[in-house]
C-alpha cells in the first residue's frame, strides 16, 4: 500500500533564539527514494558551515523538536538528522521491515552527503530497531557512512526478532510489538494475557493487532533457519561491514547474545569493533526493582558515542586507552575489559546433575557438584502446555510495566513440581562467571515434539533465588535448527541447550541453581507436544519427560569461569 503525501511534509526552517548559538530546524523534508517513495525527515544543527552528520532512522515517529538525547551532537558540531523509515510516521510506502532497510539507508545517506550543509561524513546512532537500520545501512557500503553505534539490536532476524537460538518462538516479545506498534485503525489495545494465550498461533497478529500482518505470517511460514533467514540476516553478511563499530548491549536484554556474536565475528575479520555490555535490559536507562548495580553501571553512553564519531568523522584522537570490549560484572559491581568475546582466560567448568530422583521443586534432592555422577536415578515431570511454567523476569521485551524484565526471584516457579532444581553447596570463595552459558542434557519425552528449558540462577545468603540467563531447545531442532526432526518417544538424546550469556560474580556464602523444565511462557511459545506445525495447533497434549544424570549419561551445564 502507498501511503498518501501528507500536507505536514513540507519544508520548514525554524529558529530558535533560546540557545547560545541559534538551533536551526529543517522539519518534515522529502527525501527521495530510488523508487520514488519519499521519506519524511529532520534535520538539526548549530552552524553554518558544512558539518559531519549524525543519521538516526526510526519507525517509532521522529517528531517535529530535537531531541533531547541528541543534542550534545548538535552543541558539539553535528547536524543530526532524524528519518522516519518506510511506511511509518509521516514517510511514504508499505512497511517492510525485513526487505527495505539497506537500500533506503544507502539512498539517504546519498541525500545527506549532498547537502549543502554536511561535509559528507555520516555516522548513525540508536537502539532496537534504530540499531537495526544501522547494520543495515554498513552492509549496505555506501562511502558516506564513517561509523556506526548500534545498541541493543542484535544481529539476526531469526535469533533476535522471532525465534530462539533453540528454535522456539518469542511470543511475548513479537506479539506486544504488534500490539504497541501495528494495531489496526480503531481497535482497542488487547489485554497481554488475551493474545499471548490465542491460538492457534497463526492468528495471534489478529488478536493482538486487529489485522493480519505480513512480516509475522511470514516468519510463522519459516519456523526453521532456512535460506530466507539466512538471506537477511546482518550476522551472515557481517564482511560486508567494513566502518568502525561501537556496540551497547545489555545482559538483560534479548539481543545481547547476537550483539557478542556481531563483536566476536566483526573482530575475526580484522575490523574496528567494540563494545559494552552492561546490567541492563531493553531499556538501557531502566532500572530494576530490589537491585542496584551502583553508579559505575551507568555509564556516559552518549559521551562515549560523541568522542567515537570524532575519532571517525573527524579524525580526533582517542583520549584514553581503546579497549575492544567492556563487559560490567554484576555481583562485583565492576566493569571488566578484555580483549575478545568470550574472555580468552575463561575455561570450561561442568557442574553435573545429581539426586535420588526427586529434583522436583525447590524442596527436592537436587543436587550441583564437580564429580562426575556414578550411580543417580533419573528425574521426571508431567510437561502440561494448559499450565506452563510462566516467565519471570530475564532477557524479554518491550514493556516491563507488562511484561516485566531484568533480575526477580525465582522461589514462586522453583515450587511448581514440572520444575527441576539442582543447587550447588555454599561457595566457599568467590565463583567469576563470564560467557556463554549452555547445558548438555540426557533426556526422553513420551511425546514426538517437545521444549526443554534451562535457568542458570545465583542464590543469595538469604534465599533470594535471582534469574541471571536462560534458554529453550525445540527437541526437534536437537540437530540443528535448519533441520528439524520429530523425536522417537523414550528415545534418550543427548541435547545441548544454549542458556544466554552472563557477567557475574557468585559470592562467597552464595550457591548457584540450575533449573529445567519444559516451558517459560510467554517468554517462549509453549510447545503443543503433537509434533504437528506449531502456528497452527489447538491442541495441546501433555508429556512425561525424564532427564538422565549417572555415570553413562552425565548430564550438566557448561560455566565459562575467569581464574
Given at each position: 500500500m502507498r501511503l498518501p503525501r501528507l500536507s505536514l511534509c513540507i519544508s520548514l526552517l525554524a529558529v530558535s533564539a533560546a540557545w547560545p548559538q541559534a538551533l536551526k530546524e529543517q522539519l518534515h523534508l522529502r527525501v527521495p527514494m530510488r523508487d520514488g517513495v519519499e521519506l519524511c525527515t529532520n534535520v538539526f544543527s548549530r552552524a553554518s558551515a558544512r558539518l559531519p552528520a549524525i543519521l538516526v532512522r526510526t519507525p517509532y515517529g521522529k517528531g517535529a523538536d530535537l531531541a533531547a538525547t541528541y543534542r550534545l551532537f548538535v552543541d558539539n558540531g553535528y547536524a543530526v538528522v532524524v528519518q522516519d523509515v518506510r511506511g511509518r510516521g509521516h514517510s511514504e510506502g508499505a512497511f517492510r521491515r525485513l526487505e527495505q532497510e539497506v537500500a533506503d539507508a544507502s539512498d539517504t545517506l546519498d541525500w545527506v552527503a549532498a547537502q549543502r550543509w554536511s561535509n559528507g561524513k555520516v555516522g548513525m546512532v540508536g537502539?532496537?530497531?534504530?540499531?537495526?537500520?544501522?547494520?543495515?545501512?554498513?552492509?549496505?557500503?555506501?562511502?558516506?557512512?564513517?561509523?556506526?553505534?548500534?545498541?541493543?539490536?542484535?544481529?539476526?532476524?531469526?535469533?533476535?526478532?522471532?525465534?530462539?537460538?533453540?528454535?522456539?518462538?518469542?511470543?511475548?516479545h513479537r506479539l506486544q510489538w504488534l500490539a504497541q506498534n501495528m494495531r489496526a485503525p480503531g481497535f482497542p489495545r488487547p489485554e497481554f494475557r488475551a493474545f499471548v494465550l490465542h491460538l492457534p498461533i497463526r492468528t495471534s497478529d489478529l488478536a493482538s493487532a486487529g489485522q493480519t500482518i505480513d512480516v509475522f505470517q511470514t516468519a510463522l511460514n519459516h519456523p526453521a533457519y532456512d535460506s530466507f533467514w539466512e538471506s537477511i540476516s546482518t550476522r551472515a553478511q557481517l564482511e560486508k561491514v567494513r566502518v568502525p563499530v561501537l556496540a551497547f548491549g545489555g545482559w538483560y536484554d534479548n539481543f545481547a547474545e547476537n550483539d557478542l556474536e556481531a563483536f566476536r565475528q566483526l573482530r575475526a575479520l580484522g575490523r574496528e569493533a567494540r563494545i559494552v555490555i552492561g546490567p541492563w535490559a531493553h531499556n538501557m536507562t531502566s532500572p530494576f526493582r530490589g537491585f542496584d548495580y551502583g553508579p559505575a553501571s551507568v555509564p556516559a553512553i552518549r559521551r562515549m558515542q560523541l568522542e567515537w564519531f570524532d575519532r571517525w568523522l573527524k579524525l580526533r584522537p582517542s583520549k584514553k586507552p581503546d579497549t575492544p570490549a567492556n563487559f560490567f560484572v554484576m555481583g562485583a559491581n565492576r566493569w571488566q575489559r578484555e580483549q575478545q568475546w568470550p574472555p580468552v582466560e575463561a575455561r570450561e567448568v561442568r557442574l553435573y546433575l545429581v539426586s535420588g530422583g526427586k529434583a522436583n521443586t525447590v524442596d527436592g534432592?537436587?543436587?550441583?557438584?564437580?564429580?562426575?555422577?556414578?550411580?543417580?536415578?533419573?528425574?521426571?515431570?508431567?510437561?502440561?502446555?494448559?499450565?506452563?511454567?510462566?516467565?519471570?523476569?530475564?532477557?524479554?521485551?518491550?514493556?516491563?510495566?507488562?511484561?516485566?524484565?531484568?533480575?526477580?526471584d525465582q522461589r514462586p516457579v522453583e515450587k511448581r513440581r514440572d520444575v527441576l532444581v539442582y543447587t550447588s553447596p555454599i561457595l566457599k570463595r568467590d565463583l567469576p562467571v563470564l560467557g556463554p552459558i549452555k547445558a548438555v542434557l540426557y533426556a526422553s519425552t513420551t511425546a514426538p515434539d517437545t521444549d526443554f528449558t534451562v535457568k542458570l540462577v545465583d542464590v543469595f545468603p538469604d534465599g533470594r533465588a535471582v534469574n541471571l540467563c536462560d534458554g529453550i531447545l525445540r527437541l526437534r531442532y536437537?540437530?540443528?535448527?535448519?533441520?528439524?526432526?520429530?523425536?522417537?518417544?523414550?528415545?534418550?538424546?543427548?541435547?545441548?541447550?544454549?542458556?544466554?550469556?552472563?557477567?557475574?560474580?557468585?559470592?562467597?556464602?552464595?550457591?548457584?541453581?540450575?533449573e529445567i523444565s519444559s516451558s517459560n511462557f510467554p517468554r517462549f511459545d509453549r510447545n503443543p507436544n503433537t509434533g504437528r506445525p506449531v502456528a497452527g495447533e489447538t491442541e495441546l497434549r501433555t508429556a512425561t519427560q525424564t532427564i538422565y544424570h549417572d555415570a553413562d549419561r552425565p548430564s550438566h551445564v557448561i560455566l565459562p569461569v575467569i581464574p
Open positions: 537502539g532496537s530497531y534504530l540499531g537495526i537500520a544501522q547494520w543495515k545501512a554498513a552492509i549496505s557500503g555506501n562511502p558516506h557512512l564513517k561509523a556506526i553505534s548500534p545498541a541493543v539490536s542484535g544481529s539476526d532476524d531469526y535469533e533476535d526478532r522471532f525465534y530462539s537460538k533453540g528454535g522456539a518462538l518469542k511470543l511475548g534432592d537436587g543436587r550441583l557438584g564437580e564429580t562426575r555422577p556414578g550411580s543417580s536415578g533419573p528425574d521426571r515431570f508431567v510437561f502440561d502446555p494448559l499450565k506452563p511454567v510462566p516467565t519471570m523476569g530475564g532477557a524479554v521485551c518491550c514493556d516491563p510495566a507488562i511484561f516485566p524484565w531484568g533480575p526477580m536437537r540437530e540443528s535448527l535448519e533441520r528439524p526432526r520429530l523425536a522417537s518417544p523414550g528415545q534418550v538424546y543427548r541435547i545441548t541447550v544454549q542458556a544466554g550469556v552472563t557477567g557475574n560474580v557468585f559470592r562467597k556464602g552464595h550457591r548457584l541453581r540450575v
